[in-house]
């Protein structure tokens, strides 16, 4: 029960991802996510343009939120839109954007396109970017070409779990061009970093100061015992009476 349970909900997850990615074009869209609620699903959608989403009046969100139940059955779906922080650094806003120009400018400016999002993603921190456009570009006979900059890893779980990756279809008058951006953001902790810790340089001392320190420090063990000493207070004597009773 639990194995269908946790397969029906992820089944669920990737249906609802694939909807979103399907209805909103053109908004930056980097991903969403499905929380369970005691008042019904919530879906946190991430884009660069939450405006677009929202529409004027709330309009936009209203139809999602409309489709989302017809199409998905949820019951009573609450949609949050977040904004993305920094759009260079992920991987699903830079292929839209790659695309987005490759379907406005053509395929004559396809370097000057794919070397201008390198360059934004190296200035916003990121440790590496690879970019992958495949189709009739530039002439009439499919090829890929391949930008790449910075450490980006290849293999591993660094790749599977820390590696940023998304596809991207441009619609173009010579046919599809594939679209593949991989970006490894710049808090990624590699297993093989080694951090050197700074230790404070030690002196070795000639046999003169190292004999004259060493005195030093038993004059000050000697002195220590007298300073305590007499740091200790007297005893009180009694006072004698002048005139004695007879």
């Given at each position: 029960m639990?194995?269908?349970?946790?397969v029906?909900?992820?089944?669920?997850?990737?249906?609802?991802?694939?909807?979103?990615?399907?209805?909103?074009?053109?908004?930056?869209?980097?991903?969403?996510?499905?929380?369970?609620?005691?008042?019904g699903e919530?879906?946190?959608?991430?884009?660069?343009?939450?405006g677009?989403?929202?529409?004027?009046?709330?309009?936009?969100?209203?139809k999602?939120?409309k489709?989302?139940k017809?199409?998905c059955?949820?019951e009573?779906p609450?949609?949050?839109?977040?904004?993305v922080?920094?759009?260079?650094?992920?991987?699903?806003?830079?292929?839209?954007?790659i695309g987005?120009?490759?379907?406005?400018f053509?395929?004559?400016?396809f370097k000057?396109?794919?070397?201008?999002?390198?360059?934004?993603?190296q200035a916003?921190?990121?440790?590496?970017?690879?970019?992958?456009?495949?189709g009739?570009?530039p002439s009439?006979?499919?090829?890929?070409?391949?930008?790449?900059q910075?450490?980006l890893?290849?293999?591993?779980d660094?790749?599977?779990s820390?590696v940023?990756?998304?596809?991207?279809?441009?619609?173009?008058?010579?046919?599809?061009?594939?679209i593949?951006?991989?970006?490894?953001?710049?808090?990624?902790k590699?297993?093989?970093?080694i951090?050197?810790?700074?230790?404070p340089?030690v002196?070795?001392?000639?046999?003169p100061?190292?004999?004259?320190?060493?005195?030093e420090?038993k004059?000050?063990i000697v002195d220590?015992?007298?300073?305590?000493?007499?740091?200790?207070?007297?005893p009180?004597?009694?006072?004698?009476?002048?005139?004695?009773?007879q």
């Open positions: 639990i194995e269908r349970e946790f029906a909900r992820k089944k669920l997850e990737f249906q609802i991802q694939e909807f979103i990615s399907e209805s909103l074009k053109g908004v930056g869209l980097s991903h969403s996510k499905l929380q369970r609620t005691p008042l919530k879906i946190i959608i991430y884009a660069s343009r939450p677009l989403i929202i529409g004027g009046g709330g309009t936009n969100i209203k999602l939120t489709q989302l017809k199409k059955g949820l009573n609450q949609i949050e839109i977040s904004e922080e920094n759009v260079n650094l992920v991987s699903a806003v830079v292929a839209e954007r987005s120009a490759l379907e406005k053509g395929t004559m400016r000057g396109v794919g070397h201008k999002a390198m360059a934004d993603a916003a921190g990121a440790r590496g970017i690879e970019i992958l456009i495949s009739k570009i009439a006979r499919a090829r890929t070409w391949r930008f790449y910075g450490y890893k290849k293999s591993g660094v790749a599977v820390q940023d990756v998304a596809y991207v279809a441009a619609k173009l008058k010579s046919g599809i061009v594939g593949k951006v991989s970006i490894m953001p710049p808090n990624v590699l297993p093989d970093e951090n050197f810790v700074d230790t340089m002196e070795e001392l000639s046999a100061e190292a004999e004259a320190a060493v005195e420090i004059s000050k220590e015992p007298k300073e305590a000493a007499e740091k200790k207070k007297k009180r004597k009694k006072k004698v009476a002048e005139n004695e009773n």
